[in-house]
């Protein structure tokens, strides 16, 4: 059986699948559980300066649904822990002693003061646990009072905290960013530049959830206000991959660790973070929309993976898939696919014609002999793989990869060779071929 | 008339299609519907309802997460013959009974064809998934090679233990093999599945070996560290009325048997007129599969009411669809042999129930029969236990055991339908398998 083993940045646990700070790892007797559970480490939920903070008394969360109630997203307008600090910083101590192979890294959000930081991280230090996380990314609440979000969204502050946190602890600095912001490599360079050992992305997206239609408000609301939360849970997953992949393909940040999180549901999502760079992955919403013994299947599910794959170690794949994130340039034009209807399969609801007739490229015929039945003109054809988008059935609509003859919609011959948009005869900045 | 007991009554492909899978292998999108609708409950009740507590939501979700052996793993690790029991079980009296989408939309999730699924995918790779511990040196005797001896052998097996099974049969398997509808088990799936379990080594299978006659307790109580017995039911209930010697008249039992291990399903005898007596899953087989033969009219008469039949109102639905008359509230009382001297007629007293307790209501009706299938229970034959040294207490005819399936003899473990309160299915006598194991495993290593 796979070993799935971790170290990231020295910090070693027996599986890459950490809690990510949020209130299942507010406490002591949540994070015993998860590790009775199986889960490899957790990020404690973020702690701050006492007085400590003060969370609403209504709604926290909002989700998205599918018609069967199917929790697709969710967001929250928690704050960071609202018990005190000394309580938090005694159980932290305690649960790392009584599970000294699982990693405990703890959240950190206090003001943009070093004195702040000065102060609070040798408290973290003597508790025993192996890193911390700085909580550059809340986008509610924290935010406006100068923390979380606020800092994550200015490279300069998030390059200041770093330097100063490792200027003050021996502990590793994981550097956690917000999806709030236009180009996430800005604030990734930045940590770097501080000396943080690693970052972790991402954290939740500004959002509201709906509009309550009868009083008008935002829903959830409380006392009939509503504001906008941090947006989290499958939808959310292929926003953080992207931004992964970013980081992990910048040549400035390319070799900075990379701890996942977004939406990670099951092992595949996990492997799917970790092929694109990540070493670990953080898990919040899957644990709070099942439960912690959603574990064991992601823990089954990477290690039967690997099984099948060959491979022994995590670190064997960790990163495969980022070569193969490109720019849009580079993208190899005389690559041509055709959609294929597999009719055994088809079970003819029509709607790959529907979209392609009213909104793509008029490409599949509705009918043949009086009959119903769907069949891609590749006269007409692009190969914008919308078709199998709609499709209800798993692989009944495929992409033909045409390797000769010749593209009936363009009437070219198929060409064999790479050729992309920086070498093309309609670029006018095209660049001279060798 | 002449009685009319042959086979040949359908073409060997109207034999084919009638006997066709119950429940075909669920294709990957139908799998991927099914299992979407499972809600991952807490504390599932459909894992507490499985008499061998598979972790269901768990193995439902791997089906989802597209890791089809990771979830074989998952059900096979608590159920060893998941595989079969994903065929056989009364499901809609069991897991997914409780399913809480039942309660939601009286619409459980399929939890049995998932699971055959899973395991049907695993099974194709043909890659034993579990390693036997380091040897432990013990050695284990196994009475039985039906659901209940199978399943201790292989949980033995997989703590380090060598096994020997003892099987009077010429095939392993028992009920499995012998016992179930053809329809159920298509593809000869219990010898595949047999030949499966026991690919985990470690497990001799010797079989025409029969309890108190090839070999006795008192020499395996000798030869072996522990013995497990996993005997089943040898005997049948009589009906205990006039003309039951009758030519016609057969143990529905041997009836399903011969059925199970004929070459050609098409040449079982079958009678034109078939009755069936008794209301279980046994006389349910036989009622179904003597229609599919070919029998023109089959009735299945019940003493008591329909709610009051060990078989589920699933498999009263499948009989009556597939064209089988069930009669409740009467009871036989007569066979009547015609001018050839074999069975022809049968006579019952209607019954009623009164404070409890079945009476006659005096009135009676005959049914033509020249075939009438006995399923009104097995009973339990003690006499292979005669040993000159072993002693084995008893219970309500049936071996006494307790929930750690020991015996009154300390180095003898019981389960399945030999043991009292069993509860004569093919999962439960799996659990006794897999708990005696564990049981015999811990005695053995002092774990």
């Known amino acids: 059986m796979a070993n799935l083993q971790t170290n990231f940045l020295g910090i070693k646990s027996p599986n890459p699948f950490w809690l990510a700070s949020a209130p299942p790892t507010d406490r002591e007797v949540n994070v015993t559980r998860a590790f009775k559970a199986g889960w490899g480490g957790v990020v404690w939920k973020t702690l701050g300066e006492d007085p400590h903070i003060v969370n609403v008394n209504g709604p926290r969360y909002g989700a998205v649904h599918s018609n069967d109630r199917r929790l697709i997203g969710l967001n929250n307008i928690e704050l960071i822990t609202d018990r005190p600090l000394e309580v938090n910083l005694r159980e932290i101590k305690a649960v790392k002693k009584a599970w000294p192979d699982r990693a405990i890294v703890v959240s950190l959000m206090v003001p943009c003061e070093e004195q702040a930081w000065k102060k609070i991280l040798p408290l973290v230090e003597e508790t025993g646990a192996d890193g911390i996380e700085l909580n550059f990314g809340c986008p509610h609440g924290m935010s406006e009072r100068g923390m979380g979000a606020a800092v994550g969204q200015v490279p300069e502050y998030v390059e ?10 021996r502990m590793p600095v994981i550097v956690k960013l917000t999806p709030n912001i236009t180009d996430v490599r800005q604030p990734a360079r930045a940590a770097k530049n501080g000396g ?7 954290n939740t997206i500004n959002s509201v959830m709906g509009v309550d239609l009868d009083i008008m408000a935002p829903s959830p609301h409380i006392d009939g206000k509503g504001t906008h939360g941090g947006y989290c849970g499958p939808a959310v997953k292929p926003i953080a991959l992207s931004m992964v992949s970013e980081i992990a393909r910048d040549p400035e940040t390319k070799d900075l660790p990379i701890s996942a999180i977004g939406g990670i549901t099951t092992w595949r999502d996990a492997a799917e973070f970790m092929a694109m760079g990540a070493g670990t992955v953080q898990v919040c919403t899957a644990a709070m929309t099942y439960g912690f013994k959603i574990v064991e299947e992601m823990k089954s599910g990477l290690s039967d993976w690997m099984d099948e794959k060959g491979y022994t170690s995590v670190d064997q794949f960790v990163g495969r898939a980022v070569p193969n994130v490109t720019d849009w340039q580079y993208l190899n034009l005389n690559y041509v696919v055709k959609a294929r209807i597999d009719q055994e399969s088809c079970i003819k609801c029509g709607r790959c014609h529907i979209v392609c007739e009213d909104t793509s490229h008029q490409a599949i015929w509705a009918e043949k002999d009086g009959q119903r039945h769907f069949e891609v003109n590749d006269a007409e054809c692009v190969g914008c793989n919308l078709c199998v988008s709609v499709c209800p059935v798993e692989d009944c609509i495929t992409m033909e990869h045409l390797t000769d003859g010749v593209d009936q919609r363009t009437g070219q011959k198929i060409n064999p060779d790479y050729g992309n948009w920086t070498t093309h005869p309609n670029n006018p900045m095209r660049v001279a071929a060798e | 008339m002449p009685s009319d007991i042959r086979g040949d009554r359908l073409s060997p492909a109207e034999v084919e299609s009638n006997f066709a899978d119950l429940h075909p292998l669920l ?8 299992a979407d609708r499972c809600y991952f409950c ?26 089809p052996s990771g979830s074989a793993k998952t059900i096979l690790g608590a159920n060893i013959l998941g595989g079969m029991c994903a065929r056989v079980c009364p499901t809609e009296t069991l897991c997914e009974q409780v399913c809480v ?13 998932l699971q055959r699924y899973a395991t049907d995918h695993l099974m194709a790779a043909g890659v034993h998934p579990f390693e036997r511990a380091a040897p432990t040196g013990k050695k284990v005797a196994v009475v039985g090679a039906g659901p209940a001896g199978v399943s201790c052998a292989h949980r033995l097996s997989m703590h380090g233990h060598d096994v020997t099974i003892y099987e009077a049969k010429s095939k392993g398997g028992g009920l499995n093999e012998y016992g179930i509808a053809a329809y159920k088990a298509v593809d000869e799936f219990a010898r595949r599945e047999l030949d499966f379990v026991l690919s985990i080594g470690g497990i001799e299978l010797k079989t025409g070996m029969a309890l108190g006659r090839d070999v006795s307790l008192d020499a395996l109580v000798g030869d072996y560290d522990a013995v497990f017995l996993g005997l089943g039911l040898g005997a049948t209930n009589g009906l205990g009325i006039a003309g039951e010697q009758l030519e016609g008249v057969v143990d529905a039992v041997d009836f399903i048997e011969d059925l199970r291990q004929a070459p050609a399903l098409e040449k079982v005898a079958v009678g034109r007129r078939v009755v069936v007596i008794g209301g279980g899953m046994t006389a349910i087989d036989a009622a179904v599969q003597s229609k599919l033969l070919g029998a023109e009219e089959v009735t ?13 109102a699933y498999e009263q639905s499948l009989a009556k669809e597939k064209g089988v008359v069930l009669r409740h509230w009467a009871r036989p009382e007569k066979i009547e042999a015609g001018s050839d001297g074999k069975a022809a007629a049968i006579s019952f007293m209607k019954t009623r129930e009164e404070g409890g307790k079945l ?12 075939m009438v299938l006995k399923a009104i229970g097995q009973a339990f034959t003690p006499a292979p236990l005669k040993g000159a040294n072993t002693e084995i207490a008893l219970e309500g005819g049936r071996i006494k055991a307790g929930a750690d399936r020991r015996t009154s003899h300390p180095k003898i473990w019981a389960g399945g339908d030999a043991v009292a309160g069993g509860e004569d299915l093919t999962v439960a006598a799996v659990e006794d398998g897999k708990q005696a194991a564990l049981s015999i495993h811990a005695a053995l290593t002092g774990a």
């Not at chain 2, 989408?101 to 064809?113: D, L, S, Y």
């Not at chain 2, 299945?300 to 589920?312: E, I, P, T, W």
Request: proline content about 4%; aromatic content about 6%; some cysteine.
């Open chain 2, 300 to 312: 299945l008469v019940y003493r008591r009411g329909a709610d009051r039949m060990n078989a589920s």
């Open chain 1, 196 to 202: 943080a050992d690693a970052v972790s992305l991402i």
């Open chain 2, 42 to 67: 807490h504390d599932a009740p459909c894992v507490t309802a499985c008499p061998t507590g598979i972790d269901i939501p768990l193995f439902i979700r791997q089906i989802l997460t597209d890791n």
């Open chain 2, 101 to 113: 989408r039942e309660t939601a939309e009286q619409k459980p999730v399929r939890i049995g064809e």
């Open chain 1, 160 to 169: 200041m905290v770093a330097r100063w946190c490792k200027q003050n602890t």
């Open chain 2, 27 to 34: 294709s990957k999108h139908e799998a991927y519907v099914e």
């Open chain 2, 359 to 370: 009476v006659d209501t005096g009135e009676q009706y005959e049914l033509q029969a020249d």
